[in-house]
C-alpha cells in the first residue's frame, strides 16, 4: 500500500529522457519538485517524437539537460534513473559518493499508490501473465491499472482524478534493482535531507508476486546469472505475512525464492498436481485453492497459442485468485484472451503463408518456445544483437523444426556458426537451409520467397532490436509493414 507524499520542493534529477523519465520529470513538475532531466544525447539524436514532448517538460518548468554526460548533481535531493541506467555508470556511483537516494519512476509510483500491487517478472512470459492477470480482475468487476515495463508510465495516471481497485505490474531486472536498499550508498540513511525523505529507498515487494521463470538474459547487462537472479528476487524479498508468492514448481530457482519470503506460496505447474495453486492435469488447468479444487478450462479452449502460454495462464490463474477473483471471472478471460502484440501475432495469410511476428523474442528461449507451438513446416527469421546468450540449444531446435532460417542483423554470423557447427554435431551438415542477409527488409523478401502454401513465416529473432531498431516494438511495427506489402499474386 502506498501513502500520500508531499514531494512539494523536491530537488529531483531525473536521468533518460525516453518515455519512463519524461513521464516521470512532468509528474514530478508537477507535483511541485523542481526538475532536471538529463540525457546523455543532444536534443537532435532523440528524434522528432519526443522534440512535442520536450517542449511541454520546459512549459512545466523542468531544465533540460540534454547532452551532457555526468549530470551536475550539486543541491539535488534525490536521482531518478531510468531502466536503461544501470547501476555501474557514472552518474549512479556519484550520486552513492555523495550519499543522494537512488529511485527511479517504478519504485515512486509504488510509494504513493494506495491499492493493492500484483506484480510479474521473470525471464519470458510476463507480458502475457500481465496482460491477462488485468484481463481477469477485470472481468471480476474491478477497476484495474496495467503498467509498469509495458504500457504508459503509471504515475501518468496519477495526474487524473480515477483511482483503481487493483494495479497489475510487470517489472524488469532492471526495474527490480531500485527495488533494495542495498542499491543505496552505505550513508544515504544517515545523509538524507527532510525533503528527500518524500522518496523512500527501503525495500519494497507487492502483495501478490509472481515469477514466471529464471533463465538466462540480459547478460550483456548483469555481471553474472546470480547477480541477475538476485534483482529478480526482489520481487519477493520485502514481502510480509498475508501477501501471495506465485512460483514456478518446475523452475530451478522456484525453491529458493519460497524460501526468501514470508509470504504464502502458490504454485503453477505443466508437471501435475501442487499443493497449492494451478497446474495442468492430462488436457485440464485445475486450480487448487482456498480449500477447493476446480477446473478452470481445457487445453484447447485457450486461445493463446504454445505450452509456454498454458503456463502463463496458470499463471496468472494464480495471481488473480490470490488477488481475490472469482473463478468464473478468471475461467471467462482464460478461454477469451487472444494475446498482446508482438507475441505470436498472425499478421497475414497470403498465398497460403501465414506471417506471425514474435518479435519480443529477445532470448534464444523465448525463440525455441515460439518454435516448439508449430507443427507446420516453419521458415524463420532470425537475429538482431546477442545479448550474450547461449544458443546451443536453439540451434538444435531450430535444425529439427524448420525449413528453412533466415538470418539477420548484427547476430547473422553468430546464427550462421551455431547452426553449422549443430548440423556437425549430428554428422550431417546438408541439414541446415540457411540464408544470410543484412537487413530485416532483405530477411522478408527472401523468407516470403522461400516459403510455400502451409507454411508459418515466423519472425522469432532470439536476440534484441538495438542493432536497428529503438525496441521490439519497432521491430514488429516494421515486420507487419513489411508483409502488408507482400503481393497477393502468383
Given at each position: 500500500m502506498g501513502a500520500p507524499v508531499d514531494l512539494l520542493g523536491l530537488r529531483a534529477t531525473v536521468v533518460g529522457a525516453a518515455r519512463e523519465g519524461t513521464a516521470l520529470a512532468r509528474f514530478l513538475a508537477r507535483r511541485g519538485a523542481f526538475v532536471a532531466l538529463s540525457d546523455a544525447k543532444p536534443r537532435e539524436a532523440l528524434g522528432e517524437a519526443m522534440a512535442a514532448a520536450l517542449a511541454g517538460l520546459a512549459e512545466c518548468g523542468v531544465r533540460l539537460a540534454l547532452g551532457e554526460a555526468s549530470p551536475n548533481l550539486d543541491g539535488v535531493d534525490v536521482l531518478f534513473i531510468s531502466p536503461g541506467v544501470p547501476p555501474t555508470a557514472p552518474v549512479v556511483r556519484a550520486a552513492r559518493r555523495r550519499a543522494?537516494?537512488?529511485?527511479?519512476?517504478?519504485?515512486?509510483?509504488?510509494?504513493?499508490?494506495?491499492?493493492?500491487?500484483?506484480?510479474?517478472?521473470?525471464?519470458?512470459?510476463?507480458?502475457?501473465?500481465?496482460?491477462?492477470?488485468?484481463?481477469?480482475?477485470?472481468?471480476?468487476?474491478?477497476?484495474?491499472?496495467?503498467?509498469?515495463?509495458?504500457?504508459?508510465?503509471?504515475?501518468?495516471?496519477?495526474?487524473?482524478?480515477?483511482?483503481?481497485?487493483?494495479?497489475?505490474?510487470?517489472?524488469?531486472?532492471?526495474?527490480?534493482?531500485?527495488?533494495?536498499?542495498?542499491?543505496?550508498?552505505?550513508?544515504?540513511?544517515?545523509?538524507?535531507?527532510?525533503?528527500?525523505?518524500?522518496?523512500?529507498?527501503?525495500?519494497?515487494?507487492?502483495?501478490?508476486?509472481?515469477?514466471?521463470?529464471?533463465?538466462?538474459?540480459?547478460?550483456?547487462?548483469?555481471?553474472?546469472?546470480?547477480?541477475?537472479?538476485?534483482?529478480?528476487?526482489?520481487?519477493?524479498?520485502?514481502?510480509?505475512?498475508?501477501?501471495?508468492?506465485?512460483?514456478?514448481?518446475?523452475?530451478?530457482?522456484?525453491?529458493?525464492?519460497?524460501?526468501?519470503?514470508?509470504?504464502?506460496?502458490?504454485?503453477?505447474?505443466?508437471?501435475?498436481?501442487?499443493?497449492?495453486?494451478?497446474?495442468?492435469?492430462?488436457?485440464?488447468?485445475?486450480?487448487?485453492?482456498?480449500?477447493?479444487?476446480?477446473?478452470?478450462?481445457?487445453?484447447?479452449?485457450?486461445?493463446?497459442?504454445?505450452?509456454?502460454?498454458?503456463?502463463?495462464?496458470?499463471?496468472?490463474?494464480?495471481?488473480?485468485?490470490?488477488?481475490?477473483?472469482?473463478?468464473?471471472?478468471i475461467r471467462e478471460a482464460a478461454t477469451t484472451f487472444r494475446g498482446v502484440p508482438h507475441r505470436l501475432e498472425v499478421v497475414r495469410v497470403c498465398r497460403g503463408v501465414t506471417y506471425v511476428n514474435d518479435s519480443i523474442a529477445t532470448s534464444p528461449e523465448r525463440a525455441v518456445a515460439a518454435l516448439h507451438s508449430y507443427a507446420e513446416p516453419v521458415v524463420l527469421l532470425a537475429g538482431g544483437r546477442d545479448k550474450h546468450l547461449p544458443w546451443e540449444a536453439w540451434a538444435e531446435v531450430a535444425l529439427e523444426r524448420t525449413r528453412a532460417v533466415v538470418g539477420f542483423g548484427e547476430a547473422a554470423p553468430l546464427i550462421e556458426r551455431v547452426l553449422r557447427d549443430a548440423a556437425a554435431r549430428r554428422g550431417d551438415a546438408t541439414e541446415v537451409d540457411l540464408h544470410v542477409e543484412e537487413s530485416l527488409e532483405r530477411a522478408v523478401e527472401r523468407a516470403a520467397a522461400l516459403a510455400r502454401p502451409g507454411d508459418v513465416v515466423l519472425l522469432s529473432p532470439g536476440g534484441t532490436s538495438f542493432d536497428a531498431f529503438k525496441d521490439f516494438e519497432e521491430r514488429g511495427a516494421r515486420f507487419r509493414e513489411l508483409v502488408a506489402s507482400l503481393d497477393e499474386g502468383a
Amino acid at each position: 500500500m502506498g501513502a500520500p507524499v508531499d514531494l512539494l520542493g523536491l530537488r529531483a534529477t531525473v536521468v533518460g529522457a525516453a518515455r519512463e523519465g519524461t513521464a516521470l520529470a512532468r509528474f514530478l513538475a508537477r507535483r511541485g519538485a523542481f526538475v532536471a532531466l538529463s540525457d546523455a544525447k543532444p536534443r537532435e539524436a532523440l528524434g522528432e517524437a519526443m522534440a512535442a514532448a520536450l517542449a511541454g517538460l520546459a512549459e512545466c518548468g523542468v531544465r533540460l539537460a540534454l547532452g551532457e554526460a555526468s549530470p551536475n548533481l550539486d543541491g539535488v535531493d534525490v536521482l531518478f534513473i531510468s531502466p536503461g541506467v544501470p547501476p555501474t555508470a557514472p552518474v549512479v556511483r556519484a550520486a552513492r559518493r555523495r550519499a543522494i537516494p537512488i529511485s527511479s519512476e517504478t519504485r515512486l509510483f509504488t510509494q504513493l499508490i494506495e491499492a493493492p500491487v500484483v506484480a510479474v517478472t521473470g525471464s519470458s512470459g510476463k507480458t502475457t501473465t500481465t496482460a491477462l492477470t488485468g484481463e481477469m480482475l477485470r472481468r471480476d468487476g474491478r477497476r484495474v491499472w496495467v503498467g509498469g515495463n509495458i504500457g504508459t508510465p503509471l504515475t501518468e495516471r496519477l495526474l487524473g482524478e480515477e483511482r483503481p481497485d487493483v494495479v497489475v505490474m510487470e517489472l524488469s531486472s532492471f526495474q527490480l534493482e531500485l527495488f533494495t536498499p542495498a542499491y543505496q550508498g552505505p550513508d544515504v540513511t544517515r545523509a538524507r535531507s527532510a525533503t528527500s525523505r518524500a522518496v523512500d529507498t527501503g525495500g519494497w515487494s507487492p502483495h501478490v508476486a509472481a515469477v514466471t521463470n529464471i533463465t538466462p538474459n540480459h547478460l550483456d547487462r548483469h555481471a553474472s546469472m546470480e547477480e541477475y537472479a538476485e534483482a529478480k528476487a526482489n520481487v519477493v524479498a520485502f514481502q510480509r505475512a498475508g501477501d501471495w508468492a506465485v512460483l514456478n514448481a518446475e523452475d530451478a530457482y522456484g525453491e529458493s525464492l519460497a524460501a526468501r519470503t514470508p509470504a504464502e506460496a502458490l504454485w503453477f505447474s505443466l508437471g501435475g498436481p501442487v499443493p497449492q495453486g494451478a497446474y495442468l492435469d492430462g488436457d485440464r488447468l485445475v486450480l487448487r485453492h482456498a480449500g477447493s479444487e476446480q477446473t478452470l478450462c481445457a487445453v484447447g479452449d485457450v486461445l493463446l497459442r504454445g505450452r509456454h502460454n498454458v503456463a502463463n495462464v496458470l499463471t496468472a490463474t494464480c495471481c488473480a485468485a490470490a488477488a481475490g477473483a472469482d473463478i468464473e471471472a478468471i475461467r471467462e478471460a482464460a478461454t477469451t484472451f487472444r494475446g498482446v502484440p508482438h507475441r505470436l501475432e498472425v499478421v497475414r495469410v497470403c498465398r497460403g503463408v501465414t506471417y506471425v511476428n514474435d518479435s519480443i523474442a529477445t532470448s534464444p528461449e523465448r525463440a525455441v518456445a515460439a518454435l516448439h507451438s508449430y507443427a507446420e513446416p516453419v521458415v524463420l527469421l532470425a537475429g538482431g544483437r546477442d545479448k550474450h546468450l547461449p544458443w546451443e540449444a536453439w540451434a538444435e531446435v531450430a535444425l529439427e523444426r524448420t525449413r528453412a532460417v533466415v538470418g539477420f542483423g548484427e547476430a547473422a554470423p553468430l546464427i550462421e556458426r551455431v547452426l553449422r557447427d549443430a548440423a556437425a554435431r549430428r554428422g550431417d551438415a546438408t541439414e541446415v537451409d540457411l540464408h544470410v542477409e543484412e537487413s530485416l527488409e532483405r530477411a522478408v523478401e527472401r523468407a516470403a520467397a522461400l516459403a510455400r502454401p502451409g507454411d508459418v513465416v515466423l519472425l522469432s529473432p532470439g536476440g534484441t532490436s538495438f542493432d536497428a531498431f529503438k525496441d521490439f516494438e519497432e521491430r514488429g511495427a516494421r515486420f507487419r509493414e513489411l508483409v502488408a506489402s507482400l503481393d497477393e499474386g502468383a
